[in-house]
């Protein structure tokens, strides 16, 4: 089992929160007299930042057994370790909100959660237990779901993204680096503002999925040059790892395009991983690494939580909101859930992780080893 590098699984955590932050924004601004500036300028970037990251940490734990096992053996070990990571906080998150939607508007007599179309449920429970609206197929009650339908698409095509990045002819290596770019920036230059964003759990789902297996196999090539030793003097330097950061952080906020952005993830993740200094010690602290460690739990918890948030304050409040105190309130609530993800991490996602393989394999193993032994992802 190879180490965890804790500075990456912050990096989760605090793209989490943009997602979030990004999302709350929004739907305060709706409710708020004037414009106010969002918690997370062009958060929806983070979403590269997870499929960069996933790539880098697919191959940082799977593919010593692809190289000592074989192919269709570790592929198989590959899938059922990845569906028992996937699929049962969604398949839970799903029917939670098909089942609370139910009671309420029985309750009630109001549905709370428009998105959930209570005259479809059987249909809606299947498709997105199975993840298909991010692959266009079926309507989505869970609109953030979409990234994770795309990854998972990603996973089936592991073993030929490997070989085209792990081979040994080093031009091989090149033109899969260059086709990958190829396909990046076709995505964003045929979208807005120089930017990836498809048209996300509705057909066709092509953007969606060539920015993520793109940004998938930069992550693999990523973690290649990390693996070689070649560029670790140069990485591991906390003035590397800033100076990134600082860059991202003015073309985020005056930058010419979203594309210049995302391409900068794959050396900030390199230098998170090399970095031996200050910066791996900051990016090491508790709290963000709990972020990191309820990361998937807070991206899949956090969307119905919006139009429930929009109601309170409409209740509360029902003219606009000043901008002030819009954004304010899109803090709080990107805040508060962390407890609802944190509930769904301990009660939902590890012991359903468990459960599934165990299923899977036929052999049973405590919740404590099963989270030893996979990434956090």
């Known amino acids: 089992m190879r180490k965890e590098i804790l500075p990456l699984t912050s990096l989760r955590g605090v793209a989490a929160m943009a997602v979030i932050a990004m999302h709350f924004s929004a739907t305060m601004q ?32 799977y593919l010593g057994s692809f190289q000592n096992e074989g192919g269709w053996r570790a592929y198989g070990k590959f899938l059922t370790k990845r569906a028992a990571r996937i699929l049962p906080l969604n398949v839970a998150v799903t029917a939670i909100l098909i089942a609370v939607t139910a009671a309420a508007t029985w309750l009630i007599g109001k549905n709370p959660l ?27 009650i869970n609109w953030p779901a979409w990234s994770i339908s795309v990854e998972f698409a990603a996973y089936f095509f592991f073993p030929l993204f490997l070989a085209g990045i792990f081979h040994r002819k080093r031009w091989v290596f090149l033109v899969s680096v260059l086709l990958a770019l190829a396909l990046i920036v076709w995505v964003c230059a045929t ?68 594309l210049f952005i995302l391409l900068l993830f794959p050396p900030l993740i390199l230098a998170l991983a090399l970095n031996d200094g200050r910066v791996a010690q900051w990016m090491s602290w508790r709290f963000p690494y709990f972020l990191g460690q309820i990361s998937y739990s807070l991206y899949l918890v956090h969307e119905n939580f919006r139009h429930l948030a929009s109601e309170l304050v409409r209740s509360v409040h029902p003219g606009p909101v000043a901008p002030l105190v819009a954004m304010a309130l899109a803090a709080v609530f990107s805040a508060a859930m962390i407890f609802p993800a944190w509930l769904s991490y301990v009660w939902i996602e590890r012991p359903g992780r468990t459960l599934f393989r165990n299923l899977l394999t036929g052999r049973k193993t405590s919740a404590g080893e099963a989270l030893a032994r996979e990434p956090v992802k």
């Open 191 to 258: 979208g807005v503002d120089l930017g990836p964003e498809g048209k996300h759990n509705h057909p066709p789902p092509w953007r969606d999925l060539g920015r993520c297996f793109s940004e998938f196999v930069l992550g693999l090539a990523t973690y290649r040059l990390y693996a070689s030793g070649r560029l670790t003097q140069l990485f591991r330097r906390d003035d590397v790892a800033l100076a990134i950061s600082a860059l991202i952080v003015v073309l985020v906020l005056a930058g010419p395009g979203n």
């Open 114 to 140: 428009p998105v959930v179309r209570l005259d479809h449920a059987f249909e809606d429970f299947v498709t997105n237990a199975l993840m298909l609206p991010g692959l266009g197929l079926g309507h989505s």
């Open 30 to 61: 709706l409710l708020a007299s004037g414009k106010f500036p969002s918690l997370a300028p062009r958060g929806q970037l983070a979403v590269d930042v997870f499929f960069v990251l996933s790539g880098f940490i697919m191959a940082y734990t």
